[in-house]
């Protein structure tokens, strides 16, 4: 069997018309607020987040922002368009009541939610772009829930290989599908035209490259892990690099703020994002 | 140099992490095995992260 990333990314799932007309909107140089707000409007879920994530910690606006509008304007087009963006794959991509399927869409995105605050706390301490980061580990897993969509058969296959033996996640599931899904995330995202920065992040993952962002992901993923926010139970998502500990947590010290500011914007995003408390 | 992040996430310790979380990550923690880490590599980081869990509950999470 040998599947080409282009065949599962031809099956990927569409969304909904209202939300395809909002992304398609959004795809121009600038969209009127007052416009914006009417397409977001046709999208209630994915308006009402956009409002409590506009009021969170996570932008840290001083004063409330009421309204739909207001939002457009004070978060701008490019920030809301990756907002937007986040709100309608998570949207679209969830647990559905009658899968028997033993990969739970939910405990990703739990995971990919906790890498996502630490890799942004862990960035901004680092003085790299703490946004990026965030909406790179958010969706650097998101290639699992896409081949899982493809194939049903797969991904428990892989986890119980990786829960059998020395094997991550990320090279268990090459095992069994011959695919990287690294891969697949950085090209659904290219795909649904996401940011070129989180694409390349993400790409940057997938192709190895040394750098610091690929340091403070790496970390993430496997302190999400030890704190039980595992893709599955038992299974690791990736390893942890040596040296990368102390490149990114520099200290004790500093490690226990750092992980502090990362439960705090987490104990608020989750409701946010997932909807979960 | 590493700063740490400044921004409002500053809330208590209870009501970023339940003492019920803290007790379930605990237990996981004395259980979590990287694949293919180096081990004192590994050991370094579950010390963290259980003295993350374990610390007082006074003082705020953010500093």
Redesign the interface.
């Known amino acids: 069997m040998s599947i080409e990333v282009d065949e599962v990314l031809d099956k990927l799932p569409s969304f909904s018309p209202s939300v395809n007309k909002l992304l398609e909107a959004l795809k121009q140089d600038f969209v009127e607020p007052k416009e914006l707000e009417s397409l977001l409007l046709s999208c209630p879920v994915i308006a009402g987040r956009v409002l409590q994530i506009s009021n969170s910690s996570f932008y840290g606006f001083s004063r409330q922002i009421d309204s739909l509008r207001e939002a457009c304007v004070i978060l701008g087009q490019h920030t809301l368009r990756s907002l937007i963006y986040t709100l309608a794959v998570l949207g679209d991509y969830r647990d559905e009541g009658d899968r028997t399927n033993q990969l739970s869409y939910d405990a990703v995105w739990k995971h990919s939610l906790y890498s996502a605050c630490l890799a942004r706390v862990c960035g901004e301490a680092h003085e790299r772009n703490g946004n990026n980061l965030f909406t790179s580990a958010l969706f650097e897993h998101l290639g699992l829930i896409v081949l899982d969509n493809f194939n049903p058969a797969w991904l428990p296959s892989a986890i119980t290989l990786a829960a059998q033996g020395k094997h991550t996640v990320q090279d268990a599931v090459s095992e069994v599908t011959g695919l990287n899904y690294l891969e697949v995330s950085f090209k659904a995202l290219e795909y649904w035209n996401f940011p070129n920065e989180v694409c390349q992040t993400i790409q940057s993952v997938y192709d190895g490259t040394d750098s610091p962002d690929q340091h403070i992901l790496n970390l993430s993923n496997v302190v999400a892990d030890g704190f039980a926010y595992g893709i599955s139970n038992s299974v690791c998502t990736v390893s942890l690099k040596t040296g990368v500990l102390d490149e990114v947590f520099n200290n004790e010290a500093q490690a226990l703020a750092l992980l502090g500011a990362c439960d705090a914007l987490f104990a608020q995003l989750a409701k946010d994002f997932l909807g979960q408390s | 140099m590493?700063?740490?992040?400044?921004?409002?996430?500053?809330?208590s310790?209870e009501?970023?992490?339940s003492a019920a979380e803290r007790q379930?990550?605990l237990?996981?923690?004395d259980?979590?095995?990287?694949?293919?880490?180096?081990p004192h590599?590994?050991e370094?980081?579950?010390h963290?992260?259980a003295?993350?869990l374990n610390?007082g509950d006074q003082g705020?999470?953010?500093?």
């Open positions: 590493v700063t740490l992040p400044l921004g409002d996430t500053r809330m310790k009501e970023a992490l379930r990550r237990e996981h923690l259980n979590f095995r990287d694949a293919l880490s180096d590599e590994l370094k980081l579950r963290i992260l003295q993350y610390q705020e999470v953010a500093e």
